[in-house]
Each structure stands twice: as C-alpha cells, then as structure tokens.
C-alpha cells in the first residue's frame, strides 16, 4: 500500500499529465489526504510540483555506465527525447521555468550527469572541447530537438540522431592508428585523469595545474 508522500506525487503527477488544474485541493481529493499531510511533506504545493518534475527528470538521466562513454552520451540522448515525447507536460515544466541569469536546480542533474561523461571520455582521450562546455552543447541540442518533436504531429527521430551525430562529433573524436594527439586533447585528458586520482597534490597545487590544463586545452 503506498503512504501518503508517494500518493501525493501520484496525484500531482495525474493531474500535471491530465493538463488539470493543480490546486492544493485537487491534489489533496485525489491523494485521499488532508493539507496539513502535504506541506507536512513538501513544505508547500509549489514544492510537491518540484517534487514530482524532479522525479520524473531524474528517472531518464540515470543511465548505468557501460564501459563505453560514446555509447552511453548516445543511450541518454534517445532516453531524454523519449522522456520529453511520453511526458510532454512534465517537460515542458522541467524546461518551461527558464528565469534570467538563474540556473534550474531541477534540471541541474542532466548537467552533471553529462559531465561526468564527458569526463570519462577525456580520460580516454576523446574529447576535444572540456567537458563543462560539452555537456552545455549537448543538452542544449537535446533539449532544443526534444521540444521541436514534441510539436511534431510525427516526430522525426531520424531528424534527432542526425543532429545527435552532429553534436557528438563536434565535441568528441575517435583517435585512429598513427594519427598523434593534439595538445588539446592531451591537456583535456590529463585534467579528468587528475581530477579523479590526484595523488599527493594539495589543493593549491591542483587549482594550479587545472588553471594550466586549462588554458592548455584552449
């Protein structure tokens, strides 16, 4: 038998995805509660709706590491469009609440969790851009092709794994046999291999040496 907190976002989220009216009241009926149960778990309604976006954002960017970074940028881009496709209300919320010069903490996750990617394949040596200005480019292009196949009466997902290759390539490459690294990726795949092991360097020291890797790598 679920509790109240989880017939809450239940409620919550039947209602966003319904298009109904989200009213304290409504939630509440649905929830088979009373207020004081819903601010006694979520402060307020605004904070159950925040609540409920987050959850459901954070169940399409967790994706299991596969060994294979390159695959696993591409597993999180398709499951994103997915997400954006099934749940539209949801992701109209998670990417509707854009405030001037104020970064979202709900969609915050996406950010980080490509930036580890990203992180990952520096350390083998692919990437070609640092992996903050990676991950901006990469959701961005996700976010920007999920919504305009939203608007699609058919959605072209041959449309989004073109424009997926695209972006991939821009930010990464595949080293072949023979061809030297530049000092950029070379730079960029010392930064990840420091920042995950930095042995014996003092926190002086490695803000030193990212500052320099840094500038390397432009």
Known sequence: MQNARDRLLLAAAELLEGGGAVSTRAVCERAGVQAPTLYHHFGSKQGLIDA????????????????DPLEDLRTGWDRHVRFGLEHPTFYGLLYGRAEPGKPCAV???????????????????????????????????????????????????????????????????????????????????LRAL?????????????????????????
């Open 107 to 189: 969609t915050a996750p996406a950010h980080d969790a490509l930036r580890e990617r990203f992180t990952e394949a520096a350390a083998r040596g692919l990437l070609k851009v640092p992996a903050d200005d990676a991950a901006e480019q990469l959701l961005a292009a996700n976010v920007g092709i999920t919504l305009t196949l939203i608007a699609q009466p058919e959605p072209d997902f041959g449309l989004s794994g073109r424009l997926r290759e695209t972006v991939l390539a821009g930010v990464l490459h595949t080293p072949s046999a023979g061809t030297p690294a530049t000092r950029a990726s070379t730079a960029l795949t």
């Open 52 to 67: 409920v976006v987050n959850h459901g954002f954070t169940q399409y960017t967790a994706v299991e590491s596969s060994g």
């Open 194 to 218: 420091a920042s995950d092991d930095p042995g014996d360097l003092t926190p002086g020291e490695r803000a030193l040496l990212g500052e320099l890797l840094d500038r390397l790598a432009r």
